[in-house]
């Protein structure tokens, strides 16, 4: 916060990342007292590479392994959650926790569209180029204006050279 009292968008950018991950920490702590061992492992792995993409402000690596891991954990979660649902006599605690981990499984892809949002913001770029998600630009013909050559013609004659030289 500025002298005055203002936030900067730096600083309120940096807030969201960290309401995110407080969040899902909070979520999955809940969330841990029914479901423990490779839930929570998964979970808190990438909740540690949410505090290394908010540590690393500038990293596209970090900010990009956060976002592959959380669209990784919603699989994941999905799997541990109807495996290992326990069936029979839940208490009020144990509905709770599965009520806290269903939550976060459904707050994930909102996460997911925010990181991903900050992701381009650092720089990133989609990674698959597809029709439907955006136009692929084909960087390989790229000349800028102030080039001073030519572009290279493939039909084009070279110098001193006849048609008749080329074999046709």
């Keep these: 916060m500025g002298l005055d009292g203002t936030f900067s968008w730096e600083e309120i950018y940096v807030t969201a ?60 979660d999905i799997v541990h959650i109807s495996i290992f649902y326990p069936r029979v006599s839940l208490t009020d605690t144990g509905r709770f926790g599965v009520g806290m981990a269903i939550l976060s499984l459904l707050l994930k892809p909102l996460s997911c569209c925010f990181v991903y949002h900050m992701y381009r913001e650092r720089g ?17 013909a790229y000349q800028t204006i102030d080039s001073a050559e030519a572009p290279a013609d493939p039909f084009a004659v070279p110098e001193g050279r006849s048609q008749d030289a080329r074999g046709y």
């Design 17 to 76: 990342a960290e309401v995110i991950l407080l969040g899902h920490w909070l979520l999955t702590t809940w969330g841990c007292i029914v479901f423990s061992g490779s839930y929570a492992w998964a979970n808190f792995t990438i909740l540690a590479l949410g505090v290394w993409a908010v540590a690393q402000r500038d990293s596209i690596d970090a900010i990009s392994m956060f976002l592959g891991g959380l669209l990784a954990t919603i699989f994941l």
């Design 124 to 140: 990133g770029e989609l990674l698959v180029h597809t029709g439907f998600l955006g136009s692929s630009q084909d960087r390989s």
